[in-house]
Antibody, heavy 122, light 110 residues
Framework: QVQLVESGGGVVQPGGSLRLSCAAS????????MHWVRQAPGKGLEWVAV????????YYGDSVKGRFTISRDDSKNTVYMQMNSLRVEDTAVYHC???????????????WGQGTLVTVSS | QSALTQPASVSGSPGQSITISCTGI?????????VSWFQQYPGKAPKLLIY???KRPSGVSNRFSGSKSGNTASLTISGLQAEDEVDYYC??????????FGGGTKVTVL
C-alpha cells in the first residue's frame, strides 16, 4: 500500500535552515509528482510546493518562494524540502502528498504522510 | 494565491444533509474543474473525499458529493453521522502552477 513517511523536523532558530525528507513506498515514486503541504498549529492547510514526476518543473507558494527548495532522488524513493531563512510563521506540521496521475499532474493529491513538525523559535 | 473562503462551521442533525461552500475567484475555481475536498480527523493526515469537482475515489462513501457553480464549489454530506464531525478542506488549482486551500470548516453533528 502507498506509504509516505516524513522526517527531519525539529526546533530551529529564526534565520536557520532545515531539510525535510519524505520516504515513499508502495508505488513507483519516479512516475508521480509530489507536493508539500503545511499546517500551522490549530490552523488550516497551506500548499507549499510541487515537483513534477520528472523533476524538471518545481513550483512554490508565495510565502516560501526564494527560501524553500523542493527536490527528489528517485533512486532513494525520497522527496526533500530544503528550508532556508526560516521564520516564526513557518512553524507547522509539514506533510508530503502524492499527485495520483502517473507521468502527468492532476493538480490534486490523494495520499498524505502523517507529517513532521517544524518549530521556528528563539 | 489568496485562500479559498469556507464557513468556519456548519452543523446538522443526524440523518440530515449539509452543504459546505468554498468560494474562490474567477482565476481559480471559476476557471478550472480541479476542485478537491479533504476530511481531516484531529492529529491525522487529510483524506481525499472528492477530486475534479465531482469524482469520488474508490472506497469513499457515496454520502459525500461535490458540485460547482461559478466561483463556488460545494461539498454535500448526506445522511449525516456522528463520525462526520471533523474538519473539511477544499482545494483548487489556482492557475500559475499552484494550489490553494480553503480555511477549513468544522462540522458539528447536533
Amino acid at each position: 500500500q502507498v506509504q509516505l513517511v516524513e522526517s527531519g523536523g525539529g526546533v530551529v532558530q529564526p534565520g536557520g535552515s532545515l531539510r525535510l525528507s519524505c520516504a515513499a513506498s508502495g508505488f513507483s515514486l519516479s512516475t508521480h509528482g509530489m507536493h508539500w503541504v503545511r499546517q500551522a498549529p490549530g490552523k488550516g492547510l497551506e500548499w507549499v510546493a510541487v515537483i513534477f514526476y520528472d523533476g524538471t518543473n518545481k513550483y512554490y507558494g508565495d510565502s516560501v518562494k526564494g527560501r524553500f527548495t523542493i527536490s527528489r532522488d528517485d533512486s532513494k524513493n525520497t522527496v526533500y524540502m530544503q528550508m532556508n531563512s526560516l521564520r516564526v510563521e513557518d512553524t507547522a506540521v509539514y506533510h508530503c502528498a502524492r499527485d495520483p496521475l502517473p507521468y502527468s499532474t492532476g493538480w490534486y493529491v490523494d495520499f498524505w504522510g502523517q507529517g513532521t513538525l517544524v518549530t521556528v523559535s528563539s | 494565491q489568496s485562500a479559498l473562503t469556507q464557513p468556519a462551521s456548519v452543523s446538522g442533525s443526524p440523518g440530515q444533509s449539509i452543504t459546505i461552500s468554498c468560494t474562490g475567484i474567477s482565476s481559480d475555481i471559476g476557471s478550472y474543474n480541479l476542485v478537491s475536498w479533504f476530511q481531516q480527523y484531529p492529529g491525522k493526515a487529510p483524506k481525499l473525499l472528492i477530486y475534479d469537482v465531482t469524482k469520488r475515489p474508490s472506497g469513499v462513501s457515496n454520502r459525500f458529493s461535490g458540485s460547482k457553480s461559478g466561483n463556488t464549489a460545494s461539498l454535500t454530506i448526506s445522511g449525516l453521522q456522528a463520525e462526520d464531525e471533523v474538519d473539511y478542506y477544499c482545494c483548487s488549482y489556482a492557475g500559475g502552477s499552484a494550489l490553494v486551500f480553503g480555511g477549513g470548516t468544522k462540522v458539528t453533528v447536533l
